[in-house]
């Protein structure tokens, strides 16, 4: 059973940066992607980020230039460094992991969020 926890979240005034991380209770190389979601309140969760088993990461447009994803193989853990926070990135921000099972056919795991609140 995979567990993921996500950690770092907080208040932080606009403009400044956090960094969160995602521990995951087995190798995250046997996952095919680690990424990064965010849940703002009232909308739909929305893809943030994402790194492969490779180290390749892709990014949201709307965040592509301020956020960073990285992983660590060592300590089964993804990171997303957020920098020049604005308002809009205030959300619950979720750790997700995907493991193929078969062409086309994949199995999502998910963390249980960690809140950032960015401030004016």
């Known amino acids: 059973q995979v567990q993921l926890v996500e950690s770092g979240g907080g208040l932080v005034q606009a403009g400044g940066s956090l960094r969160l991380s995602c521990a995951a209770s087995v190798s995250i190389l046997s996952m095919d992607t680690m990424g990064w979601y965010r849940q703002q309140p009232d909308k739909q969760r929305e893809y943030v980020a994402v790194i492969s088993r490779g180290g390749v990461a892709n990014y949201a447009s709307s965040v592509k230039g301020r956020f960073t994803i990285s992983r660590d193989n060592a300590k089964n853990s993804v990171y997303l460094q957020m920098n020049s926070l604005n308002l809009e990135d205030t959300a619950v921000y979720y750790c997700?992991?995907?493991?193929?099972?078969?062409?086309?056919?994949?199995?999502?795991?998910w963390g249980q969020g960690t809140q950032v609140t960015v401030s004016s």
């Open positions: 997700n992991a995907v493991s193929r099972l078969s062409l086309g056919r994949f199995t999502d795991y």
